[in-house]
């Protein structure tokens, strides 16, 4: 029934990094938590919701014949479809009908009133639903049924094994436990090496059984992973010098999930035992977990193997001998083991890892710095600034994502409010504005934008010159614009007198329309453009680049024969791009813009009132957000201006 997501628990996955989500429960929690388990029959077919006849019933009073269950599938995958005669177990909980549950079912019933049966259902309280699309409905197949008792989660690689099995355990986990014990016991010294002892291990563990067997050592012995790892956690159940022993055995084991295991079951003893044994195992502890195969894996389940189990443990038991231990680690280039050593190492109390993180921001090639950005802030690290500020000044702009984080006022220097700081952001914010502006992915933009908004946080007015200046690639106009109000009318006389030597190609029907950007010479008398940008827009229904590259083509060569520049040109269809250094236009709106709105009106003067005026007058803004925008930055110039009255 289940769409196949993830290979059970002991099938390795490297650490990684993450429509709806959900986290399946552990096996304890849907067998405690269900309000019913039984045993049904679907009544009719179903993508998302079904009626079912009950069959019979191991836990709860349903008092039902039947009943509508749901959530075994989910709207973006899995999809998954019940068909009349189709049996299950399965592990309920009440669908309550609360009054926004009713108005939601209330409204669906207008657009589809095949609804009407489950809404009725829901009223009566007869309705249900499993724990998730991937977890709390078993198939049943004749006299057998499908788990894993290792996880909730459905996987392709799930068994079918004996019903009267299963339902001796459902029973066995809420009473009745000896004679099942027993029984399950004798089954498993049968069965030390074949698969089936790991389920047969989870039954003992899932009932709680206490006692310590010669027979673990046996499965000790064997090569079976999944058994290591479910004798790890029955282990976990046993008090006793013995169960101590092997569970400190299985750290030895060749799996990093059945480490983890028995690290979680042995940091319940004492710190001055089990310290000094965590830690000579830390070097050569597996770093492997079980994780979500992509970030498009809705199941969210994550399960920790032996090394970071061991530093999480080392954390939790306050152990601070390990911290010599613990500091090289944060060497490393994983994310996610980076992260957890250091928060192991800030809970121990030690501030040695300062060292470690300078010398990760002066590693320029890092993958961490967004993280380490935020610790620097979080805990106010002020001796990582000037290792900071020296990944800011060396690093390569250029590779995306850009990283203008590091300058912010939430993550970076800019929560630094110092002299020093303030300094190096405004000589590095000149280097920015020397950088080449980029086509489609503009990373000098995301830095101007990251400037801007630390700028307006910092209240840094006197870089609004600099500001002013850095608008003049995207939207043409500068600080002199603030200055001679004039210059607006000069631009749009010289961007008409331009659009009007395009009017020839205008004509053509294949082009739907050419967006100009100019830049003028601001030099009193003077009306040279100095540098200009054609985004010409062409409107064909050919879909295939090779059918659309001659057309780009053909009024490239056209446009080159009329002596406007390539470098100046950008070809688009919408979807498709041939970008020669033409630049694609920035609407008003953009965020750039925004900032720069933000930042201007926050404090201004009288002239950065009128130069605002200017860009309404001339109608910079063109959608009814950005006028809305425009005009809310006017407004909070006047309010301001007369508070400064």
């Not at 589809?112 to 977890?135: G, H, M, N, Q, R």
């Not at 990283?403 to 000589?427: C, D, Q, W």
């Not at 009318?489 to 395009?502: S, V």
Request: glycine fraction near 6%; charged fraction near 25%.
């Amino acid at each position: 029934m289940k769409k196949t997501l993830i290979p059970i628990v002991l099938i390795l996955c490297h650490l990684v990094a993450k429509a709806d989500t959900w986290i399946d429960p552990s096996w304890k929690k849907m067998i405690s938590g269900s309000h019913a388990i039984a045993l049904i029959e679907y009544a009719s077919d179903g993508d998302f919701r079904a009626q079912a006849r009950v069959l019979q019933v191991y836990k709860g009073k349903l008092g039902l014949d039947t009943i509508w269950i749901s959530g075994f599938s989910n709207r973006y995958g899995p999809i998954d479809t019940v068909r009349v005669g189709d049996r299950y177990i399965v592990f309920l909980i009440k669908n309550k009908p609360t009054k926004e549950n009713l108005d939601y079912w209330n409204q669906k019933i207008k657009e589809d009133k095949s609804l009407i049966p489950y809404v009725e259902a829901i009223k009566k309280k007869e309705a249900f639903y499993v724990w998730s699309p991937t977890s709390g409905d078993l198939k049943v197949r004749n006299r057998t049924v499908q788990y894993d008792l290792l996880q909730t989660t459905y996987h392709e690689d799930q068994q079918f094994y004996a019903m009267d099995e299963f339902e001796r355990f459902l029973r066995a986990s809420y009473k009745k436990r000896a004679g099942f014990h027993k029984v399950s016991l004798a089954t498993l010294k049968n069965n030390i090496n074949t698969n089936r002892a790991a389920q047969l291990l989870m039954m003992l563990y899932l009932t709680n059984y206490k006692k310590y067997e010669s027979l673990y050592q046996q499965i000790r012995e064997t090569n079976l992973d999944n058994s290591h790892y479910a004798l790890a956690k029955l282990l976990g159940n046993i008090a006793g010098d013995k169960s101590r022993k092997l569970l400190v055995d299985l750290l030895d084991s060749q799996n990093s999930i059945v480490q983890g295991e028995a690290v979680r079951q042995l940091s319940k003893e004492p710190s001055d035992f089990i310290g000094p044994i965590l830690l000579s195992k830390l070097p050569v502890a597996g770093e492997e977990g079980f994780f979500p195969g992509s970030i498009m894996d809705p199941v969210r389940n994550t399960l920790d193997g032996g090394k970071i189990e061991i530093i999480k443990a080392l954390g939790e038991l306050d152990y601070k001998p390990a911290i010599p231990e613990l500091l090289p680690l944060l060497e490393t280039d994983n994310e996610y083991l980076f992260t957890i050593t250091f928060e192991v190492l800030d809970k121990l109390g030690t501030r040695d890892y300062i060292p470690y993180l300078n010398a990760q921001l002066l590693n320029l090639d890092s993958d961490l710095t967004r993280g380490i950005c935020d610790l620097i802030t979080e805990r106010n690290l002020t001796e990582c600034i000037p290792s900071l500020m020296s990944f800011v000044s060396n690093h390569d702009r250029s590779i995306h994502p850009s990283k203008e984080y590091t300058i912010s006022f939430h993550s970076g220097l800019g929560a630094f409010n110092t002299p020093e700081v303030r300094t190096f952001l405004m000589e590095d914010f000149e280097k920015v504005l020397a950088m080449e502006r980029e086509g489609s992915i503009d990373n000098k933009k995301d830095w101007i934008l990251g400037y801007i908004q630390t700028f307006d946080q910092l209240k840094m007015t006197g870089m609004k010159p600099s500001v002013f200046d850095a608008m003049f690639e995207y939207y043409g106009f500068n600080s002199a614009f603030k200055k001679d109000t004039t210059l607006f009318r000069k631009k749009l006389k010289l961007e008409e007198t331009f659009k009007d030597r395009l009017a020839k190609f205008m004509e053509e029907p294949i082009i739907d329309r050419i967006d100009v950007q100019i830049q003028i010479d601001s030099l009193p008398h003077s009306n040279e453009i100095l540098d200009y940008s054609l985004n010409i827009v062409v409107d064909t229904d050919k879909r295939k680049w090779k059918e659309v590259h001659p057309i780009f083509d053909g009024i490239r060569d056209k446009m080159i024969a009329a002596g406007y520049d390539k470098n100046a040109l950008r070809l688009t269809t919408g979807n498709m791009v041939q970008d020669l250094g033409g630049a694609k236009p920035i609407a008003f709106r953009d965020n750039l813009m925004l900032a720069f709105l933000d930042y201007i009106s926050s404090n201004p003067d009288k002239m950065d009132l009128v130069f605002l005026k200017q860009l309404r007058q001339y109608e910079y803004a063109k959608s009814d957000y950005g006028k809305r925008r425009l005009n809310n930055a006017i407004d909070t110039c006047e309010a301001m201006l007369r508070v400064k009255k």
